[in-house]
């Protein structure tokens, strides 16, 4: 008796169980989280900024892009679009240079001006491309010879992998080398405290990082012109010389869907051409 009234009380457990089961709200099924989808850059000192501002914007109204810039960890635009380095997933440079490699694709954006900028004291009244190679080549070594003060010019270049270097040599110096007597600065920050401390220096950055520790020099085309600063206006009119475009570059073109294409057909638009248009000029 007492086997049968435990198998009993045992069958009794497992009904009253089954009856909890049952009561339970039905198990919803599992569902996937959104993955956010990365999208990689690659930038140079003179478009590093622009390409925060114009990600803090599209990812605001787009949450599932993250926007990255590889150039934070040691990736260069030259190392980007070398067709012989297949990266998984692609890159794509902003950049103000196009390297001279075949098969790229670019996409415009706007042009930056190419700003000549002079100790904050030194009052130079306008240069000439013939005047700047004069000066950059060691050619000319006080400024008494170009109308100035009887003061000892200091050059100050960046660095031979800057896009704001590769893109003065190319408008202005052609095949001629930059003076070995230069100053070196390795960011365009440090060519701004450069230039802010030593009188009589002389350097280039992009229009769109000038900052009041300088004095911006006006430019003239042809003799009798009239002296042209650097600003989105005058880039975007050609009446200042030193342009250069703005560009987005890869080894291949990106197809619909793959967050890329979105993305630069966005930058090609009108909200981003705002952003882009307060310190470059914009697309026409």
Known sequence: MKCAAGRKTKRTL???TLALASCRAPMQAPTSTPEVVPLYFVTSSSTDSLLRSLAATYTRENSLVAIVDQAANGTSIALALDPSQSTDPPLYALTTFLPSLENLWAAPLGQDGIAIVVHPRLN?????????????TGAVENWLELGGPDLAITVVSRD????????FEQLVLGQRQITYNALLALTDSAMLDVLAQTPGAIGF???ALVSGQVRVVPLVGELGDTPVLPTPLTVAEGTYPLRTPLLIVGSKPPEPGDGYYE???WAQ??????IIGERYAPLP
């Open 269 to 274: 638009q009108r909200q981003a051409q705002q």
């Open 263 to 265: 993305f630069i057909v």
């Open 205 to 207: 950055m992009s229009m």
């Open 14 to 16: 497992v009904v009253v």
């Open 124 to 136: 130079i009244p306008q240069l000439s491309a013939d005047d700047l190679r004069r000066i950059f």
């Open 160 to 167: 031979a992998e800057s896009d704001t270097r590769r893109v």
